[in-house]
């Protein structure tokens, strides 16, 4: 083989770099540079031959490399609710593990809480965030109109935004989360094909019904109990708050107004203190009851028989995920959806 046209022949095989961009289109490297890097200077007609020599190239970035000699970090804030429990503190536990996962990747990811269930202080602190502060942000929080118009001024002002857990209308599929609309579903047909009674209610028990999740999971619930099991009834949804005092009175209220209740569904993705309620209640009929995310409790009560089933989320996955999409979406390029899709996973006591 010509010694000279060795590197051409190999073109093929390794990949290729910014000289052979500039080889192909005509132009210089400092050109290529200026439009990868989004810069401006460059005449449009010269951008086009740069973006054809990628394409015919196949040239992938090593944007890695890249922001390693810039010295370009990368500064992610995840806004969860205030108030929560022991899914949350899963969530905590993994972006922080996040953290050590990423660091060579120049990867910071902080926490911002806030109170979940106040709108309005959602929107102000989301509209006190700027580009100068922050490079994207994954958002837990209700749908109400204050955030979802905070989180599209957000946008706005450079910011990328990305709902997280509980999905916002205004998304366009890019969220990090399972299908909850699949996830009530499946709760509808675990506890139609459980319960044995002849009929009975069914209670069905909430944090709160602004949150988007929960709105959807009830949805595929009632979908399934309406169309596959007539003798079954879904009581309206009773909604906690979040307060151990509101879940005591609420619930016993209901299992007191009902005594053909032969089920639960815990909708929220935090299901302590209303098992804990239900651990204390006194039921006419035997129940079989449902709940979401495996946290140290719902192990517990799948353990003791207090749930039958547990509908959950890898709750690392779910952080993995959210980085690794505003990473992208930073960077304006895409991720793998196969990779970034949320399973929905069954939980009996027989495979903890």
Known sequence: MDEKSEPADLLGILRPTTKDLARVAGVSRATVDRVLNGRDGVRPDTVKKVNAAIRDLGFVRNLSAANLAKGKSYRFLFVLPRSGDQFLEEIHRHIAEANTLYTSEMIRANVHQIEEHDPHRI??????????????????????????????????????????????????????????????????????????????????????????????????????????????????????????????????????????????????SEARIPGEVLEAARFVEPVVAIAHERTPFTSAALTSGLLDAVITQDPGHLVRSAIRRLRAMTDNLTTLNSQERIRIEVLLQTNL
């Not at 009929?199 to 619930?221: N, T």
């Not at 009632?222 to 619930?251: C, K, W």
Request: aromatic share 6%; net charge neutral; proline share 4%.
């Open 123 to 268: 929107a102000g602190y989301l509209s006190s965030l700027s580009s100068q502060d922050v490079d994207g942000v994954a958002i837990m929080a209700p749908e109400t109109p204050q955030v979802r118009d905070a989180i599209t001024r957000l946008r706005e002002r450079g910011v990328c935004a990305l709902p997280f857990i509980s999905n916002q209308a205004l998304s366009g599929g890019n969220w990090v989360g399972i299908d909850n609309r699949a996830a009530g579903c499946t709760a509808g047909t675990l506890l139609g094909r459980f319960i044995h009674a002849a009929q009975g209610k069914i209670l069905v028990v909430a944090e709160s019904m602004q949150s988007r999740d929960s709105l959807e999971r009830r949805l595929g619930f009632d979908e399934v109990m309406n169309n596959q099991f007539h003798n079954l009834t879904p009581l309206p949804t009773i909604e906690t708050y979040g307060s151990a005092e509101r879940a005591q009175r609420v619930v016993r209220a209901a299992i007191d107004r009902n005594p053909e209740i032969v089920g639960v569904y815990i909708l929220a």
